[in-house]
């Protein structure tokens, strides 16, 4: 039985579950998840090992046409590279949804040639199963998709039959990666990005796309982590937001993160926040560089 290795980049609009199915595919947990849509900002590689291939999925930014700030630029230029230099695209669409977005990725997704496998995610929302087959057909009308797979990201109906379309796609060759690495980016980004996950679910509506977070400070000590985060606004009534009525609404919010950080790095602990203003900083390229935007 030959092996078989290769990248599988998951693409799509906004909001449509490709955090949720990247975790659900890797049966653990490295892609941060909200309802909140451009919850992912960076790309992230997710690794599955198995005894006959490796499987190398690359989660990234929804492709969208909303706004016109630094940050929307970063996202949707950070999500077009991705469809560069892989073996396949999971092109993730919402089961009965279709929308001018889809069909922008789409047109990336033609334009970039590559082999494309389209999952159609949510089937668990579609109470009327029957009106599925005439949303898939007129999907398959739109593209020469290599495979059609409906999956529920959120369930896991499906995933499995998923993995293994993708994995019979790509290339025969040798491991990318080590067998037991899970992803190429580090401890202190993953700390980040779960205390930004539990602000996106505290603060979904007050600050959508204004907060940003930057570890100044990971040690290991006496058998636990030492963190200091800096969370970063761009206004100063922002900050008051987060910190809540004597401070307490961010000391829940903190305590949720460091909760969600033992559980992920399996050990204990200790997290410090402090929250900062850079004015207009998601508006600027030059801050998003410093505060690690560049993918």
């Known amino acids: 039985m030959s092996y078989h290795s290769g990248y599988a980049v ?9 955090s949720t199915l990247l975790n659900r595919l890797l049966g653990q947990k490295v892609a941060i998840t909200s309802h909140k849509p451009q919850t992912t900002r960076h790309r992230i590689i997710g690794i599955r090992s198995e005894d006959d291939g490796q499987i190398v999925f690359v989660d990234t930014p929804g492709i969208h046409d909303r706004g016109d700030k630094a940050m929307n630029f970063y996202l949707n230029r950070t999500a077009h590279s991705a469809l560069q230099d892989v073996d396949i695209v999971l092109f993730v669409v919402q089961a009965m ?50 495979e059609m797979v409906p999956v529920s990201a959120h369930d896991g109906d499906n995933v499995e039959a998923l993995a293994e379309t993708v994995m019979k796609r790509l290339p025969a060759g040798e491991a990318i990666f080590p067998d037991d690495q899970i992803s190429d980016r580090s ?25 940003t977070v930057e570890i100044e400070r990971f040690e290991e000590q006496d058998g636990r982590y030492n963190i200091g985060a800096v969370i970063w606004v761009e206004r100063d009534s922002q900050r008051v937001i987060l910190l809540g009525k004597g401070g307490l609404a961010m000391k829940e919010t903190a305590t949720a993160a460091r909760k969600a ?5 399996q050990t204990r602990v200790h997290l410090e926040v402090w929250i900062k203003v850079k004015k207009s900083w998601s508006s600027d390229e030059a801050s998003m560089v410093r505060l690690g935007y560049t993918d």
């Open 97 to 146: 949804a279709w929308t001018e977005e889809d069909e922008r990725v789409l047109k990336a997704i033609k334009k970039a040639g590559i082999p494309t496998i389209a999952a159609v995610n949510k089937v668990d929302l579609v109470s009327r199963k029957e009106e599925l087959l005439p949303f898939m057909q007129d999907l398959a009308a739109r593209h020469e998709f290599v």
């Open 261 to 265: 950080m033992n559980d992920f790095f």
């Open 187 to 211: 401890e202190r980004f993953f700390a980040a990005e779960l205390l930004r996950e539990q602000l996106i679910r505290r603060y979904h509506q007050e600050l959508p796309y204004a907060v």
């Open 10 to 18: 998951l693409a799509g609009r906004p909001n449509v579950g490709k």
